[in-house]
């Protein structure tokens, strides 16, 4: 099983629909990232949360919401999906060394199309 | 928040060929990191490196943190070293990653 699981993998969804992705990890680390990837333009960071209580904005939150369930779980929701959010979006997770994030996984990434 | 700029932007090689990809930082960084996304999405953590040098195999990389660059060595190039490669970094001032444009490596056999 992957260290990082990432559900759906692939996903259409209409303009102005709720839509959740959700990441579950089995590293046992601390931080958890939401990321998007544009071609051309690496990725860009949305969300994080260093535990479970935490949470935090990243580079371009405006449009999304993140919630942080349990150490092991952290999903993304676009509450009014608009097309130019279609994406590649990754999760990420790392855990706290003496010199900041360490050991960073991504999941496989979810490729969401906005119609 | 920082930037992270890297260069080239495209790389084609034959293989066997070596090459260097550079990542240039416009702040102090805590934490530096090199990444391969292979031609199918996935990302793969390739070194973790806030200063000094590090060697995997044919892979290298070199931090310079006090001149804020970092410089990834990839020798004997091999076909699946295609991907993308991102450099990320995080400040002193932040708590996230943040990544570079990338740098995308095509070799050819």
């Known amino acids: 099983d992957a260290d990082v699981t990432q559900t759906p993998r692939n996903r259409i969804t209409k303009t102005g629909k709720r839509i959740m992705l959700e990441c579950s990890q089995t590293k046992g680390h601390d931080r958890m990232y939401w990321y998007r990837q544009d071609p051309g333009l690496g990725l860009r960071l949305i969300y994080y949360?260093?535990?479970?209580?935490?949470?935090n904005k990243g580079e371009i939150s405006d449009g999304y919401s993140v919630s942080r369930q349990a150490q092991a779980k952290f999903s993304l929701s676009l509450e009014s999906a608009i097309p130019n959010q279609t994406a590649l979006y990754f999760c990420a997770t790392s855990e706290t060394g003496p010199m900041g994030s360490m050991g960073y996984t991504f999941g496989s990434g979810t490729r969401l199309t906005v119609v | 928040g920082i930037q992270v700029e890297q260069s080239p932007p495209d790389l084609i090689l034959q293989e066997g060929a070596n090459s260097t990809l550079r990542c240039n930082f416009s702040?102090?960084?805590?934490?530096l990191q090199w990444f391969h996304q292979n031609p199918w999405g996935q990302l793969i953590n390739l070194f973790y490196?806030?200063?000094g040098t590090k060697q995997n195999g044919r892979l290298s990389a070199t931090t310079v943190a006090t001149e804020r660059y970092s410089l990834l060595y990839i020798s004997s190039s091999q076909t699946t070293d295609s991907g993308v490669y991102f450099c990320?970094?995080?400040?002193?001032?932040?708590?996230?990653?943040?990544f570079g444009a990338g740098t995308r490596l095509t070799v050819k056999p």
């Open positions: 949360s260093f535990d479970v209580k935490d949470i």
């Open positions: 490196i806030p200063s």
């Open positions: 990320a970094v995080e400040g002193y001032n932040n708590n996230d990653m943040r």
């Open positions: 702040d102090s960084v805590n934490n």
